[in-house]
């Protein structure tokens, strides 16, 4: 076990990353350099990428196969850079691994730009759960990290896999990922941030076959200065494909785009979508941006989509129990935030509320 100071470990824990937990299998990256990437289980193998792209040749073929090396500046910059920075994780067919698996990444070095690169195998048959902290250490003014990710879901494989982001006032985040999820796999996506940042950028993409499932949780709080612009697209390429995207956002004074695109093209596709939010101040903004693309007339695609205001009714009912109208607000806005994902584990569940009622950004509303 490697020994990590205080401040890297108070971001570890903000991304739930806690150096004693048990895992299944770990990897931890500072900057560019890899600290850890051990697996616990005979299911599971962890590697740094530059290593399995030396031991396997055919991970060259699959590399890029999913976000394209060229799909803009910042794909480019990754692909350029000469640091081959990232993961390699497969878990093999058959293999239901309990414990989950976590990655770490940790922006130690001011004005750094991060680039990494990770590759996600599920083999037929397999489960786990992969949960990954992105953070930056707390005397960090600026920095940006771009990081890509594809996964791979096989056949009746099933992933579920979790982001928590915790960054700095000034750090820009271009995330970029894709899926492809085999005949009757799942795959399930949750992303929480709840932190100051300067901007994120993505729209994760997920294309599923016959049979498949793919669902995408997100739970955001956007402070004053803070800029985000996600959203997920779901292509129902085979037969009885289905999506669910659903997002909760609270604008404390910050920017927020909430995208979500639904493409069907076989018959006995199903998706729906909810995107809602809450706008705290004249200074936030909040734009939802639901699509619907149905090529074939026997699909099932839903959208909904709110923005308000906390609601007066509920404010006065609480300040009427003996709540004062601050920590009022707070409740209101922890319980909307609450978004129950049914595919989190009760121990990661609880650690997100915590996140969320020890959220510094309320204190100011």
């Avoid at 750094?112 to 005397?139: D, R, W, Y």
């Avoid at 709840?194 to 076959?209: D, F, G, H």
């Avoid at 989190?344 to 509320?353: F, G, S, V």
Wanted: charged share 20%.
């Amino acid at each position: 076990m490697n020994a990590y100071d205080d401040s890297t470990l108070e971001a570890m824990k903000n991304v739930a990353y806690a150096p004693g937990e048990e895992k299944s299998a770990r990897f931890f990256a500072r900057d560019t350099k890899i600290l850890d990437a051990t697996s616990a289980a005979s299911a599971i193998e962890i590697l740094p990428i530059a290593v399995a792209l030396e031991k396997y040749t055919w991970l060259r073929e699959l590399r890029y196969s999913l976000v394209a090396a060229d799909q803009d500046e910042y794909v480019k910059q990754v692909a350029q850079n000469p640091d081959a920075l990232g993961y390699f994780i497969r878990v093999k067919a058959g293999e239901k691994v309990v414990l989950p698996i976590y990655t770490c990444y940790l922006i130690d070095s001011d004005h750094f730009t991060q680039c990494t690169h990770n590759i996600v195998i599920a083999e037929e048959g397999s489960e786990f759960h992969l949960i990954s902290g992105c953070t930056s250490n707390k005397h960090i003014v600026s920095g940006r990290h771009i990081g890509i990710t594809e996964y791979f879901i096989k056949e009746n494989a099933i992933v579920t896999s979790t982001m928590v982001h915790s960054w700095g006032e000034e750090v820009e985040v271009f995330p970029r990922s894709a899926t492809h999820i085999g005949k009757n796999g799942t795959f399930v996506s949750n992303y929480v941030a709840l932190s100051n940042v300067k901007s994120v950028q993505m729209n994760p993409l997920a294309i599923i076959e016959e049979g498949g499932l793919g669902e995408f949780y997100s739970v955001i709080y956007a402070p004053e200065g803070s800029s985000f612009d996600i959203g997920s697209t779901s292509l129902l390429k085979g037969e009885g494909a289905s999506t669910q995207i659903i997002s909760r956002v609270v604008s404390g004074g910050g920017s927020v785009i909430t995208r979500g695109m639904i493409v069907g093209e076989e018959a006995g596709g199903r998706g729906s979508m909810a995107c809602n939010g809450l706008l705290l101040s004249e200074k936030g903004m909040i734009h939802a941006i639901p699509e619907l693309l149905a090529k074939n007339p026997q699909l099932e695609l839903s959208h909904e989509a709110s923005v308000g205001m906390i609601s007066r009714e509920e404010l006065s009912y609480l300040m009427a129990s003996g709540i004062d109208e601050e920590k009022a607000k707070s409740l209101i806005i922890e319980g909307f935030l609450d978004l129950h994902i049914p595919s989190l584990p009760d121990y990661l569940q609880r650690h997100i509320n915590a996140i969320v009622k020890e959220t510094k950004a309320f204190d100011t509303i």
